[in-house]
């Protein structure tokens, strides 16, 4: 079979009708020693093909650890990104290479680099949902299930940069009493939840709890009951006695919402721009089972780096790492 690229950045090759494509793709992972990671915000089908399902951190932990010679990530490109630099040695591939993250975009690298410059007294602090090389330029990765304890771990006094999520910086600095510089990015599915939407809600289901992710404005925040990680709002679901959830984050974390705790009822914030819709990441929702098929029998797209900045990048990640498994997160 003639193996043909779309100009979008996936293999544009017809799957054969005839074939259990699940069943396939299984069979290509166990061929070539495969593994398959998820996110949470990807469509539940990918999430049940997965071998792991997680948040940023739960990601980067299993592909430091996996044996695997091929780990498909089916996520966003700087995930891919991180994989790499965790693992130079394996492929990584992507299944639609213009899954990008909104977020990462909001900071380009060379207006980064510029901002540092202007503190160099400074210690950077990145969110993993950045570029791999605005890794380069960071001393310390953080992950929305651990940045406040990154952050407390450094001292009262220490002079901190945090970028690129403003709204992620700023919370931490409220909850932390720091005064971090504030990078001023932002995630587009995270930013548009409706506050007029969320507090007719509230009104709505009284008895039911609001959870939030913490990349979410202020005005949100000030409405949750419970602010966290993805991992964190589903940890926190399985174990409430509530029988409803107001959940104020992308729309994708409900599939193992529901698996966890069946019988419970969800209710989803929409954007300002589109009441009668569930919040969703359109690059998450770039990675279909017919792209991971093909991604997996053609071995590509395939996301690589220069060895000098694999080299730099993996420093503030496996120092993320090591904080983290000291802190016991």
Known sequence: MKQEWSYKGFVDEPVPGDIDVKSEIRELCRQKN??????????????D??????????????AAGTDADIIVMCGVHFMAETNKILCP???????????DCSLAESCPANEFEAFVKRHPDHTVLSYVNTSAAIKTLTDVVVTSGNARQIVESFPKDAKLIFGPDYNLGRYINSITGREMLLWDGGCHVHER???????RLKESYPDAPVLAHPECKKDILDLADVIGSTA?????????????FIIVTESGILHQMKKEAPGKEFITVPSDENLSAC?????MRLNTLNKLYNTLKFECPEVTLPADVIERAAKPIQRMLEISDRLGL
């Open 34 to 47: 495969a593994i398959i990671l998820a996110h949470y915000y990807t469509e539940g089908e990918i999430q």
């Open 49 to 62: 093909i997965a071998d792991y399902v997680g948040d940023s951190l739960g990601l980067a932990r299993v």
């Open 89 to 99: 040695n394996k492929k990584i591939l992507l299944p639609d290479l213009n899954a």
């Open 193 to 199: 939840f409706s506050v007029t939407e969320l507090k």
């Open 232 to 244: 964190a709002l589903l940890k926190f679901v399985s174990r409430s006695d509530k029988k409803a």
């Open 279 to 283: 919040n969703e990441c359109n690059y």
